[in-house]
């Protein structure tokens, strides 16, 4: 190449002061003024800047540009509440979500076996509560088609399950058999095989641990999924210490590039590691919190309520630990410096925690502890959430998944103060959203419209579920984007389009802040990037 040409090649390249310029877009910035610009800039993976698309031609000259076409263009979505692991794990197993009947549920499991030969079945997402008869199942046809292979279909909301008697012959269990903070389902001196939450873990602790490659692959399809959606940063809620070393390397190695917020299970083991060596963070991966749980879920009735179930009489749930443990676990947090998380669905799980909490923080701080789902509240309790800066951490598909049959469960009066998010965001002005994937689809544009529209993916029931709870289009955004951040104190890197932060954002075929809220769930995500890479493409 002759030195003329050389020079030039230089010389252009030096001319160059920004990687990538985003430009013909109606962005989003979800900064503190909700405003919108035309452009933004990046380099070295961050935002530098933000305007208006001539001012900032004028001024950087980038390596790449992308023309918007006048899309809307959002900052990457974060899930404040997930599974991730645990979902990618359930994408090499026998999926059961949707399957309205037992009969089909036994079916997909059949044909699961005569495509892997051998092992533990493990299946999820069946829900009696969308069958014709709404009962809970009788192991006897899994009985009967694997007399010697142990099968563990897990509940969609995982506090539930059935197994057959190979696996409760693993497992140990026995007719009569109890459990605190679980139910071991005999009736006339017969195992049906129903589990309930704690009484799920005597069998699950049976199964074999996954290979190197099994994990590393739960990891990677999990990734994936999300990208598609446009979830650039996720909340994985109660995994094992040894997990962190898995996800540093295949982030260290580039796979897993999907940011992950880690809070690790209430687990003495989890406590000791931590407390030794400190929070754990990296511009992919923050590990600074624990994840209790309070009691189980109310379609399997492991929800503990005030007052008993109205569908199944002088039953109100149960705890799954003591309220000892709890308090605990609480001061202990507090005087390490710890975030505390606690999963909390009835009216009396709530009332425990938010007491506990109250105790400990004493008065409005920062220390942004968490209620996970806070579904079921009396109304004398909701105060404490603002009295005390408690964070209520919702699932709006919760509301939309669970109305149909929540009544029947709950009554009309304690359902108009269950699922009630405007009345949360009000306690301390800012609600962080997620999905609790894989108990609802990850996607969280469904979780835009479930809690913008409060109805389910046909459009149910018109007019939408216990409407005086519905956000705002502006406080749903906020709730998948800042406010997430916020959840986990990653606000000033993440969560909103403004120089110095992370340049995580997606793009989507259809504006969501302006189209009619019946073509909310058809939204597509065109592109996803992270630190201005692009990881996903519609094709």
Sequence with gaps: MPLLLLLAVA???????????????????????FSTAEAFV?????????????????IYKAHHVIDAGGRAVYPGFIDAHSHFYGYGLSLQQVALEGIKSWNGIVDSVKAYSERN????????????????????????????????????????????????????NIAGIKPGQTISGGEIETIKGKLTGILVDNAVGIVRRKIPEPSDDV????????????????????????????MINTIAQLQHKGELKIRLYVMLSDRQENYDYLFKRGAFKTPGLDVRAFKMYADGALGSRGACLLQPYDDQKNWKGFLLSS????????????????????????DSAN?????????????????????????????????????????????????????????TRLGSKRLK??????????????????TDFPVENINPIYTFYAAVERKDLKGYPEGGFQPENALSRTEALRGITIWAAKAQFEENEKGSIEPG??????????????????????????????NGEQVYEKK
């Design 42 to 58: 990046v380099k070295g993976g961050k935002i530098i800047a933000v305007g208006k698309d001539d001012s900032l031609e004028n």
């Design 501 to 530: 932060k992370y340049a995580d954002f997606v793009i989507l075929d259809k504006d969501i802040m302006k189209i009619n809220g019946s073509e909310l769930p058809g939204v597509k995500v065109l592109q996803t990037y992270i």
């Design 417 to 434: 103060t269950a699922y009630a998010y405007k009345q949360l965001l009000e306690q301390n002005g800012w609600l962080p959203l997620g």
């Design 323 to 346: 309220q000892q443990h709890f308090q605990q676990i609480a001061q202990k947090l507090a005087d390490k410096g710890f975030q505390l998380c606690t999963h909390a669905i009835g």
């Design 215 to 242: 994990i590393q692959s739960a990891f990677l399809d999990a990734q994936h999924n999300c990208f598609a959606d446009g979830l650039t940063t996720v909340a994985d809620c109660g995994l094992p210490y040894t």
């Design 351 to 407: 009332r425990v925690i938010l007491k506990v909490y109250a105790s400990v923080l004493k008065g409005k701080n920062d220390r942004r502890w968490r209620i996970e789902h806070s579904q079921i509240l009396s109304p004398d309790d909701i105060h404490y959430f603002g009295d005390y800066s408690i964070i209520p951490c919702v699932q709006p598909t919760h509301a939309t998944s669970d109305m149909r049959w929540a009544i």
């Design 117 to 168: 030969g051998d092992g533990w079945i493990i299946g999820r997402g069946w829900d009696q509560n969308i069958w014709q008869v709404k009962q809970f199942p009788n192991k006897a046809k899994l009985d009967s088609l694997f007399p010697v292979r142990p099968v563990l279909l897990i509940r969609v909301d995982g506090h539930g399950a059935i197994a057959n008697q190979a696996a409760l």
């Design 11 to 33: 010389c252009k390249q030096q001319d160059y002061n920004a990687d990538l310029l985003v430009k013909n877009a109606i962005v989003y910035t979800v900064n503190n003024n």
